[in-house]
């Protein structure tokens, strides 16, 4: 098993694509699978920002993850953001969410990309296990939400 950047992988765009949107669409309602796969051919052109990575089992996709310049509409002062974390449902559990952020943020360590910012809903005991700290919590389209930030330390 390993974690794969995308651009190793361009013929996994559509698989992470459909994953994103079954996720996410509530976020992008207007976008179709094609806008998806749009967005993630910008981390094949990117030597820092955008990234996207995906953890690989012989030939079988288990999950995602990118940094993104901003992933958070308002918020755009923080940057750049660990974001688009997803692993199979079947394959949820077993540590691979935790495998591929760590991918991500030894990418931003080494370009020296920090801190580093995520938002979340509901897993912030998951990322403060794993170093993040609070930045703030904020009411973001109804749903109350906590950023976080990594500054490697």
């Not at 994953?19 to 309602?29: A, G, K, N, R, V």
């Not at 690989?56 to 002062?77: A, I, Q």
């Not at 199979?88 to 952020?101: D, N, P, Q, T």
Request: glycine fraction near 6%.
């Amino acid at each position: 098993m390993k974690v794969i950047n995308l651009k190793d992988c361009p013929q996994c765009i559509e698989t992470v694509a459909r994953w994103h949107q079954e996720q996410w669409q509530t976020l992008y309602p207007n976008w179709t699978l094609q806008d998806f796969m749009n967005d993630m051919e910008l981390a094949l052109l990117s030597d820092l920002v955008p990234q996207t990575w995906v953890l690989s089992d012989r030939n079988r996709l288990l999950g995602s993850v990118s940094l993104l310049e901003c992933d958070l509409e308002g918020y755009e002062h923080y940057s750049p953001w660990l974001a688009d974390v997803y692993v199979e449902g079947s394959h949820r559990g077993h540590g691979y969410g935790k495998w591929l952020i760590e991918a991500a943020m030894d990418f931003a360590r080494s370009k020296k990309l920090l801190p580093l910012y995520l938002y979340t809903p509901d897993h912030q005991r998951y990322y403060e296990k794993m170093g993040w700290n609070i930045v703030e919590v904020v009411n973001y389209q109804g749903k109350q939400i906590v950023i976080m930030v990594f500054d490697g330390f």
